[in-house]
Structures are given as C-alpha cells and as structure tokens.
T-cell receptor, first 119, second 118 residues
Framework: AQTVTQSQPEMSVQEAETVTLSCTYD???????LFWYKQPPSRQMILVIR??????QNATENRFSVNFQKAAKSFSLKISDSQLGDAAMYFC????????????????FGTGTRLTIIP | DVKVTQSSRYLVKRTGEKVFLECVQD?????MFWYRQDPGLGLRLIYF???????EKGDIPEGYSVSREKKERFSLILESASTNQTSMYLC?????????????????FGNGTRLTVT
C-alpha cells in the first residue's frame, strides 16, 4: 500500500518570506499523481497544486511551486512571499494512475503540516 | 464552482444512537468519498462510491455504513455511535477518472462535520 509521510507537524514563517513543506511517499508505481491541499480554519479543503509523475517539469501556481524528485520519492511545496492567508494545515496526497474502467482510485493523505505565518 | 454541502457543521450525539451524516454535490460527480480527520492521523478513508448504488470499503469501514441512492447524495451512517467515533468527517467528490481528460481530476471537499459522541 502507498504511504505518504509529512515529517514536519508544524512550521512557521515570517510574512513575505519563503517556506518549504516536505513530503515523501512510498510506491512501486511509475505513473501516479501528487497533490497538495490546504485546510484553513474554515475547514474547507482547497487544492493548492498537483503534479503528474510522468511530467518532469515542476508544477507552479502563482506563489506556490513544488520540487518533485521522482527518484527520491519527494514532493515538497514551496510558498514564496508568504501571506497571512496562507496560514493553514497543508496535506500532501498521492493517487495511483487510473487502471480500471471505473477510474475510482483512492487518494492517500499524509498527516499534515500546520503552517503559521508570523506578522 | 463545485459545491459539496454537508448538512451539519457540528453534531452532538449520545453513545448508541444511529447517526446520519449527509453530503450533497451539485457537479454531477460520479465518485464520492467519506473521510475522517483526526489530529496526527491525517485523513483516513472510510467508504467511497464510484457511482449510484455502488460502494466500496475504505481503510477504516468498521462501525460505519453508507448509502448512495441518488448520484448527488452520499450518506454516512453510524449504526451505533461510540465515543471513538468522535471526529471531523469530510465528504468529497470528483469526476470518474476513466476518461483520459479527467485523469488528474482533484477531489472537491465539503466544509466538514465535527461530530462529538458523548
């Protein structure tokens, strides 16, 4: 079974600075998808960024970017120019490439990293 | 925008009660999921449904059942609530992944139901 590990339960960063959240995963598959979700105090889980394993280029969404190291099975999230609204729990997640006609592959989550932004 | 609505934000129930958690999505998604979220454990999958009247056990199905009679609604049922089921419950939905253009479809989540069993 796939596992996702987030080794940093809590992180903090000064406003306007850059922070990197780490995520490693374990899989024997070659094709898969990786996601970062954000859960602010409102509890709404929001997709931040996604990466397809067959793409070598790291995904980028505005101030959010990933460092995808496939051989090392590492998928870290970098937040540049941190803002107060970035304060949240961040979850890394893994999903296999769809195999069946149903396409019902499950998402496996890490335990989360709580990010605090210091004004 | 996709809207996934969970009927209750907070719920308090007594041990032994039968509890229904309701989830409705408005995007015609085939797949729906129920997770529970606990500190230090992340999100764990309870049950999921890949289409109407379909259901599959997730990683922690014991003590739970589900119902999906209509495509837009996925209910989680605690047959006899126990204190160890006190948790945050999150519903999610997405399109089926089988068409190639949907293979990277993300999950869309509701706001969660915080259930306390006393």
């Amino acid at each position: 079974a796939q596992t996702v590990t987030q080794s940093q339960p809590e992180m903090s960063v000064q406003e306007a600075e850059t922070v990197t959240l780490s995520c490693t995963y374990d899989t024997s598959e070659s094709d898969y998808y990786l996601f970062w979700y954000k859960q602010p105090p409102s509890r709404q889980m929001i997709l931040v960024i996604r990466q397809e394993a067959y793409k070598q280029q790291n995904a980028t969404e505005n101030r959010f970017s990933v460092n995808f190291q496939k051989a090392a099975k590492s998928f870290s999230l970098k937040i540049s120019d941190s803002q107060l609204g970035d304060a949240a729990m961040y979850f890394c997640a893994y999903r296999n490439y769809p195999r069946s006609n149903f396409g019902n592959e499950k998402l496996t989550f890490g335990t989360g990293t709580r990010l605090t932004i210091i004004p | 925008d996709v809207k996934v609505t969970q009927s209750s934000r907070y719920l308090v129930k007594r041990t032994g009660e039968k509890v229904f958690l309701e989830c409705v999505q408005d995007m015609d998604h085939e797949n729906m999921f129920w997770y529970r979220q606990d500190p230090g454990l992340g999100l764990r999958l309870i049950y999921f449904s890949y289409d109407v009247k379909m259901k599959e056990k997730g990683d922690i199905p014991e003590g739970y059942s589900v119902s999906r009679e209509k495509k837009e609604r996925f209910s989680l049922i605690l047959e006899s609530a126990s204190t160890n089921q006190t948790s945050m419950y999150l519903c999610a939905s997405r399109f089926a992944l089988s068409p190639p253009h949907r293979r990277n479809s993300p999950l869309h989540f509701g706001n969660g139901t915080r259930l306390t069993v006393t």
